[in-house]
């Protein structure tokens, strides 16, 4: 565990080697890890960052498995509606769509956003981050990139709108015959990975990557 600090001796240490908790605020020395390892807060145990082994190679794998799921996601049926002779299949799409043209436009864009086009926009980022470590190009546009994907981080809203899906489907199955679809299989999987991918996809040592090609470019 890191080692806390006085106040007296913070202007004695530079910054890269201080870290503090996001739970607690406490100010301590950033302890040097060996692969697998991971630093705790020494006073309320929240993980303060850890040194995975070949992060950005599984990251990368992720987020291409991510992209690869998102158009069958998004456009494939989630669940097929049978009631009183009619039949319907519903998308994450056409519930845009038809949000939208029953005049609930402002709702349609909200679900719009947090759950298509944000997702992609994240994934996106995420990519080109990886890609500028794994190349060793565009340091600069890899940590404005990083910076974007953490500020969307909290708009993704994806298992919210599972969320949705499931209590819409509890509700309708006294009513109506309901057969899931593949589109609801592949919207939980990507759910699944993106949760992974913020699991293997450290930020501490994304950052020191990047920084890491900020220093071999100023030499």
């Known amino acids: 565990m890191p080692d806390p600090v006085d106040a007296i001796e913070v202007s004695d240490l530079p910054l890269d080697d201080l870290v ?6 406490l100010l301590m020395r950033k302890p040097a890890l060996a692969l697998g390892e991971k630093a ?7 993980e303060l ?7 950005v190679e599984r990251s990368l794998a ?21 009631l009183l002779g009619q039949s319907s299949e519903d998308t994450v799409w056409s519930g845009v769509v038809g949000l939208f043209d029953t005049g609930m436009q402002g709702v349609a864009a909200v ?13 996106l980022c995420q990519l080109a981050v990886l890609l500028s470590i794994r190349w060793k190009i565009g340091r600069s ?3 404005l990139l990083y910076r974007i994907y953490h ?24 009513m109506a015959s309901i057969t899931i679809g593949l589109g609801l299989v592949c919207f939980v999987s990507l759910l699944m990975v993106q949760v992974l991918l913020e699991v293997v996809m450290s930020p501490h040592q994304i950052w020191q990557a990047l920084s890491a090609e900020d220093d071999h470019a100023g030499d």
């Open 151 to 174: 500020h969307m981080k909290d708009w993704g809203m994806l298992e919210v709108y599972l969320m949705g899906v499931l209590v819409a489907i509890v509700k309708l199955a006294d």
């Open 20 to 25: 503090a908790c996001h739970e607690c605020d």
């Open 111 to 123: 679900v719009f956003l947090c759950s298509m086009a944000i997702p992609l926009l994240k994934l």
């Open 49 to 55: 960052y850890a040194h995975r082994h070949n992060v």
């Open 40 to 46: 705790q807060c020494p006073r309320c145990g929240y």
């Open 62 to 82: 992720l987020v291409l498995a991510a992209l690869l799921l998102y158009i069958p996601a998004n456009f494939l049926p989630i669940m097929q509606l049978n």
């Open 141 to 143: 546009y890899g940590l």
